[in-house]
């Protein structure tokens, strides 16, 4: 079970992974995808706990399932939605 992109976006998830390689994730965090241009965030791996963005996974278990073909973890939602998500998260 599969989720297939357009090639544009493909394309473009392409080249910001190419620009990312040598971007590395420090020790206790993470990399995750978003939005309509599938951009690169790097979170804290303790924003996986709260449950606010336990949803967000939910949406993209939902979505992708666990066998995602462009690897990575991506999250099916808006730019603007992962930001108000994770700016909550940063007030605790």
């Given at each position: 079970m599969g989720?297939?992109?357009?090639g544009i ?5 392409a ?9 590395d994730v ?7 995808y978003?939005?309509?241009?599938i951009?690169?965030f790097?979170?804290?791996i ?12 939910s949406?993209a ?6 066998d995602?073909?462009m ?11 992962f ?10």
């Amino acid at each position: 079970m599969g989720f297939r992109l357009p090639g544009i976006r493909k394309a473009s998830f392409a080249a910001n992974k190419a620009s990312s390689k040598s971007v590395d994730v420090p020790k206790g965090y993470l990399a995750v995808y978003v939005g309509e241009k599938i951009k690169r965030f790097v979170i804290p791996i303790s924003y996986l706990n709260q449950l606010s963005f336990q949803d967000l996974l939910s949406q993209a278990e939902e979505e992708f399932g666990y066998d995602h073909p462009m690897g990575g973890l991506t999250i099916p939602c808006g730019e603007d939605v992962f930001l108000d998500t994770v700016s909550r998260l940063n007030m605790f």
